[in-house]
């Protein structure tokens, strides 16, 4: 799988260690529909994207961010519920540029997890940590190999391995970076300043946030359920179908999920929804079947591939 790239447009107004964007190519034969319109917002609008998150998440969503604006500036609500997490760059950016009063982060990996329980509630310990530790290869192996033994350390070793694996692949038997920028290989993506600083910054939010380690597919609906336009909700499931460009399989831990069940929860709760996914056959066939609108986002990346993904919403929006 090819590590990360940037996507054309994605210029050099953010420095090295702002570049973790989640994008990757396409390698596969894609299915490619072109049955859903282009939407009226670009895929990229980096000048106006702020990293916040420490995670380089693979599929993370930050060129998503210009859509989340949008939608939450018209809907509006109080509280965004991001079920599957990830690197949360949504949850966080919604909160820190005060789209909503408050996110609730959900996220069923248990190494994740415990970065978002720490970084919510004692990231100085982080910083601390982060400061002191310049990554060997030697050392990250340790760390890799050692058990636990506090929930701070499982925090700060979720983050390094992050940091120093290909494309900041978690899920096990990922590889460690090799070269990395610059030949820099392990070092080329651990910034003590930039993660003290994004640590810092989500500790003075963290008030406004909620972290749940669970499985969302089993209380999404409960939790949803009832707060009418109060709550919305950003979907970024893993994607696994055969073909599909994320090989959702080797980029998490946890990637088996009911899509169809996900779509029928949505079309139950009627609670107002921003979801993404690949344009597979299977996911246009359950856009069609709960009448869903859809629009493409297309980028391109550093290799001039060209990406796309769907952004689906319950009512019409970006068409
Ligand atoms: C596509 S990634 C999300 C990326 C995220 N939007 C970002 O920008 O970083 C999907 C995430 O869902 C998590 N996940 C998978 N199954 C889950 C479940 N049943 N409940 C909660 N989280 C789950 C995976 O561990 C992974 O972190």
Avoid at 8 to 30: P, R
Avoid at 94 to 114: C, G, N, P
Wanted: net charge neutral; hydrophobic share 40%.
């Amino acid at each position: 799988m090819a590590d990360f790239q940037l996507p054309l447009g994605f210029n050099d107004n953010h420095s090295a260690q702002e570049s973790d964007i989640g994008i990757q190519e396409d390698t596969s034969s894609t299915f490619i529909s072109q049955q859903f319109p282009v939407s009226r917002i670009p895929g990229v609008n980096v000048a106006a994207v702020p990293q916040r998150s420490p995670f380089r998440y693979p599929g993370g969503k930050t060129w998503l961010i210009p859509h989340i604006r949008d939608w939450l500036s018209l809907s509006r609500p109080r509280v965004l519920v991001e079920p599957f997490a990830g690197g949360g760059i949504v949850s966080l950016t919604a909160v820190m540029e005060d789209l909503v009063d408050q996110a609730v982060m959900i996220e069923r990996d248990h190494d994740v997890a415990a970065f978002w329980h720490i970084a919510l509630h004692d990231g100085e310990e982080l910083i601390r940590r982060i400061h002191e530790f310049t990554p060997t290869r030697e050392l990250v192996t340790a760390l890799e190999r050692d058990d636990v033994r506090s929930l701070a350390q499982h925090a700060f070793r979720t983050l390094v391995l992050n940091r120093t694996k290909r494309a900041g692949i978690l899920a096990p038997g990922a590889s460690f970076t090799k070269a990395g920028e610059s030949n820099k290989g392990l070092l080329s993506r651990w910034y003590p300043d930039t993660l003290a600083k994004r640590l810092r910054a989500i500790a003075k939010y963290a008030t406004r946030i909620t972290f749940i380690e669970g499985d969302s597919m089993r209380f999404l609906e409960p939790l949803l359920r009832g707060w009418g336009k109060q709550v919305a909700a950003f979907i970024d499931p893993p994607y696994t179908a055969t073909g599909g460009k994320r090989a959702g399989s080797r980029l998490y831990t946890h990637c088996a999920i009911d899509h169809a069940g996900l779509f029928d929860i949505l079309a139950r709760c009627q609670t107002d929804f921003l979801m993404t996914y690949d344009e597979a056959p299977e996911i246009v066939d359950l856009i069609h079947l709960h009448q869903f609108h859809a629009v493409r986002v297309e980028m391109k990346n550093a290799h001039h591939n060209r990406l796309c993904e769907l952004v689906i919403t319950r009512d019409r929006l970006f068409s």
